[in-house]
């Protein structure tokens, strides 16, 4: 039985969903576009991209490779300096089990790299989607605790599933 609840937030109406075994969330799609990418921004990350783009709130960097992407050492501080809230950087999974890899750096937002970012799969989905063909995937982001997203893109809605661990409940009277 799927279990619903609704928030009311500064990017809209949410939902929240027990799906299942997974809590799944529902959010806008962040569509990316093609750009150059602004000065230092690839020397920072220290890599050489396939791709840049860019949506209303971070840069997406597509890699070659997962290797390329898992061997990335960004210098936090050069990314510092670049005025953006966050830069998402991607590549095609090397292993059957996940349909794209990422991680996500926003050391201008004061986070150098961000475990499991929901935010980021809103802009992947769309971009995954188009280059894939699918409309279902499962993600990994590769941070050092790293974490498993589900993507369903739904026309301008992209809708994310994971695991969560009840760590209290409670209730209004």
């Given at each position: 039985?799927?279990?619903?609840?609704?928030?009311?937030?500064?990017?809209?109406?949410?939902?929240?969903?027990?799906?299942?075994?997974?809590?799944?969330?529902?959010?806008?799609?962040?569509?990316?576009?093609?750009?150059?990418?602004?000065?230092?921004?690839?020397?920072?990350?220290?890599?050489?991209?396939r791709y840049v783009g860019k949506n209303r709130f971070d840069y997406l960097v597509e890699l070659a490779s997962e290797k390329e992407l898992r061997d990335m050492e960004p210098d936090?501080?050069?990314?510092?300096?670049?005025?953006?809230?966050?830069?998402?950087?991607?590549?095609?999974?090397?292993?059957?089990?996940?349909?794209?890899?990422?991680?996500?750096?926003?050391?201008w937002a004061g986070i150098d790299e961000d475990p499991v970012t929901g935010s980021a799969h809103c802009c992947l989905g769309p971009y995954w989607q188009k280059q894939l063909g699918k409309t279902k995937m499962t993600a990994f982001q590769a941070s050092a605790r790293g974490g498993v997203v589900r993507v369903r893109v739904a026309g301008d809605r992209v809708r994310l599933g994971g695991r969560a661990v009840t760590i209290m409940t409670g209730g209004l009277l």
């Amino acid at each position: 039985m799927e279990q619903e609840i609704h928030f009311h937030t500064n990017s809209g109406r949410l939902r929240a969903c027990r799906c299942g075994d997974l809590i799944e969330l529902d959010f806008p799609a962040e569509v990316p576009y093609r750009v150059a990418p602004p000065p230092g921004l690839l020397e920072a990350l220290g890599v050489s991209a396939r791709y840049v783009g860019k949506n209303r709130f971070d840069y997406l960097v597509e890699l070659a490779s997962e290797k390329e992407l898992r061997d990335m050492e960004p210098d936090f501080a050069r990314l510092g300096k670049i005025e953006v809230r966050g830069v998402i950087v991607t590549s095609r999974s090397a292993s059957p089990e996940y349909d794209f890899v990422s991680r996500f750096v926003a050391p201008w937002a004061g986070i150098d790299e961000d475990p499991v970012t929901g935010s980021a799969h809103c802009c992947l989905g769309p971009y995954w989607q188009k280059q894939l063909g699918k409309t279902k995937m499962t993600a990994f982001q590769a941070s050092a605790r790293g974490g498993v997203v589900r993507v369903r893109v739904a026309g301008d809605r992209v809708r994310l599933g994971g695991r969560a661990v009840t760590i209290m409940t409670g209730g209004l009277l």
